[in-house]
């Protein structure tokens, strides 16, 4: 069982209030992503779940416990760091056994489980290793390895991957979906990366400023997002914010279109602009246009490969179903 | 991209940096040229001390005359004593202020460092009297606690900067894994530490092997350590500079020794975090 309640939390260091009073409901064997831009207390809210800071008002829940005043080692989770925060001086093996050495397990169950780990981890090999020795990768796993031994009831990830290269943390985003859909065991895990969000959670929290902007699956975050912060966090490319007359053409403060739902034509549209910078990724082509819609010129996302020249006039056309519309606070009109 | 240098300079630099090496070196190599030779000979001119026959009476009359191994056993004893009375205050200490900082920490640390700068004859008065009163003058007990005192700043601060070196994330993912706090201390933080707890002990145990100005104003005959036995055979006695030569080497012997063998684990440890 893993299910995490927080009520009215909030965190304050000294005078600064990093984290008003909030509410959240992580449900047993949810994968929950925390996403947002960097100081958005994220991580401050993890580590708040996880006991190691205080909570200045509020209650933790843990499976309907009250574990606010609980030492971290005493309310069942397990954390991988970022940084991975493997113990140097011990082997593999031992940096596995431990979190099973402070639980008191008897030797042969210990040794069951440091076997079953490494086999599902691929670090069979590895045991005798000091970590200094390995790849980061194989670090994060060991890391993993150490979490997931104990069988907690929740796993808390602190934006694991960030140390990664690019290909490697696609990798491990697998490894670590795979992980969950295997032990369906709650996950926690932290990132500023919407992508990793995207991917992986089942359900996700955006974050900005300590407030929640809003809760919900990726594609509700994506097709129905609440205000202009989450239109413009999740999505990549970041979705096309227009104000002005445009937007009020549609009863609207502020109108927001993705990449993907704009139509590029050489001939006709609604906008008209000149293309600047494009981008060839060979599956996709973005194109940044600037029109007479707004400012700030707007993404455009082709299909396929497209070529366009710099500086070629072009008409832009978004789709009226997928525009978005905000009112003066940011705020979504239904 | 390394520096040019030519190989004219190196050769100058070369000869340059051994000749300031020598000098520095030079009195301690005198020394123990001087304790090798009789006392007649060891005030003629150098030429002359240089060409005198070598021999070893010094040491054997030294070692008749007074007992060097009651003061080796004092100089071990109150060296290595206030050390381990240090580390005993100075790991608590450091241990808060590198992990529960206050807004003061700061503060305490300089202020502690600050006490190294009062001259220590300023204070020889009052911890006189205080040493009078209470039945500490010539123990062991005594300067022990004195020399820990004057070393204590020294031992926290170093270790201050040891554990501050070690990663915060590594004591959490401790506390996430079920370790209380000593259990943590004991299998997770004492373990990274040893390096530089090892070169805090060996740099503090030189210190007061060799602190002078305590151990011969605290003590007069029982306590002195090895300081005490050198400073015996100078002025007031006469100059006897081959006994007063041998003396000296048979007291900086033991912690040469001492340093030469732990001399990686001195550097390291001194130079540790400096780079990264």
Redesign the interface.
């Known amino acids: 069982m893993g299910q995490i309640q927080l009520h009215q939390v909030s965190k304050s260091f000294g005078a600064t209030e990093v984290i008003p009073p909030l509410d959240l409901t992580i449900e047993d064997g949810e994968f929950v992503v925390f996403v947002g831009p960097s100081g958005c207390g994220k991580s401050t809210l993890l580590r708040l779940i996880a006991g190691l800071e205080d909570v200045s008002a509020g209650q933790v829940l843990i499976d309907g416990l009250d574990a606010t005043k609980v030492a971290p080692a005493k309310r069942r989770l397990a954390m991988v760091f970022q940084s991975y925060a493997l113990y140097p001086h011990m082997s593999v093996r031992k940096n596995i056994a431990f979190p099973l050495r402070m639980a008191k397990l008897d030797k042969a169950d210990q040794e069951e489980r440091i076997a079953k780990a490494a086999a599902v981890l691929n670090l069979t090999d590895y045991l005798d290793r000091r970590p200094g020795q390995l790849s980061g990768g194989q670090r994060q796993r060991v890391a993993i390895g150490r979490a997931i031994v104990r069988e907690p009831a929740a796993f808390l990830f602190d934006e694991p991957l960030s140390n990664l290269d690019a290909a490697l943390r696609v990798g491990m985003r697998l490894e670590i979906s795979e992980l969950h859909k295997r032990l369906k065991t709650t996950m926690i895990y932290v990132t500023h990366d919407q992508v990793e969000a995207m991917t992986m959670a089942d359900k996700i929290v955006v974050l900005n400023s300590g407030m929640i902007e809003q809760v919900g699956s990726p594609l509700e975050l994506y097709l129905r997002p609440r205000n202009t912060f989450v239109a413009g966090f999740i999505g990549s490319p970041m979705m096309n914010l227009i104000d002005g007359p445009e937007a009020e053409k549609l009863g609207a403060a502020t109108i927001g279109v993705r990449p993907e739902h704009i139509d590029i034509s050489k001939t006709e549209g609604i906008w008209t602009g000149t293309v600047g910078v494009s981008e060839h990724l060979g599956s996709d082509t973005f194109f940044h246009v600037l029109t007479d819609a707004a400012p700030e010129p707007l993404t455009v996302r082709a299909a396929g490969e497209m070529a366009l020249d710099y500086g070629a006039r072009v008409h832009l056309t978004p789709r009226p179903a997928q525009v978005h519309r905000f009112d003066a606070n940011g705020l979504r009109i239904e | 991209m390394a520096r040019a240098v030519t190989s004219r300079r190196k050769i100058i630099n070369t000869v340059v940096a051994w000749g300031i090496g020598f000098l520095i070196f030079f009195p301690i190599l005198w020394i123990v040229i001087l304790s090798f030779k009789a006392e007649g000979d060891a005030i003629r001119t150098p030429i002359e001390v240089l060409t005198a026959p070598w021999t070893f009476e010094n040491y054997s009359i030294v070692q008749a005359r007074s007992n060097y191994s009651m003061h080796f056993f004092n100089s071990v004893v109150i060296s290595f004593g206030s050390t381990i009375l240090g580390l005993i205050i100075a790991v608590p200490a450091a241990w808060s202020m590198a992990f529960v900082p206050s807004r003061r920490t700061k503060d305490i640390l300089m202020w502690m460092l600050s006490t190294k700068m009062l001259p220590a004859v300023g204070v020889l008065y009052p911890i006189y009297l205080m040493f009078i009163q209470l039945g500490l003058l010539d123990t062991r007990t005594g300067l022990m606690i004195v020399l820990m005192l004057i070393n204590l700043p020294i031992i926290i601060w170093m270790l201050f900067t040891y554990f501050k070196e070690i990663?915060v994330?590594?004591l959490?993912?401790?506390?996430?894994?079920?370790?209380?706090l000593r259990?943590e201390i004991l299998?997770?933080l004492t373990?990274?530490a040893i390096p530089g707890m090892a070169s805090t002990v060996l740099l503090n145990v030189i210190l007061a092997w060799n602190e002078a100005f305590w151990t011969l104003n605290l003590t007069a005959a029982n306590a002195a350590p090895l300081t005490a036995f050198i400073a015996s055979y100078s002025s007031p006695e006469g100059l006897f500079y081959a006994k007063l030569s041998a003396a000296s080497v048979m007291a900086i012997a033991p912690i040469l020794i001492l340093g030469w063998f732990s001399q990686k684990q001195l550097v390291r440890g001194l130079t540790f975090g400096a780079v990264k």
Not at chain 2, 172 to 180: C, F, L, N, T, V
């Open positions: 990663p994330d590594i959490e993912a401790a506390r996430m894994d079920g370790a209380s259990e299998y997770v373990p990274m």
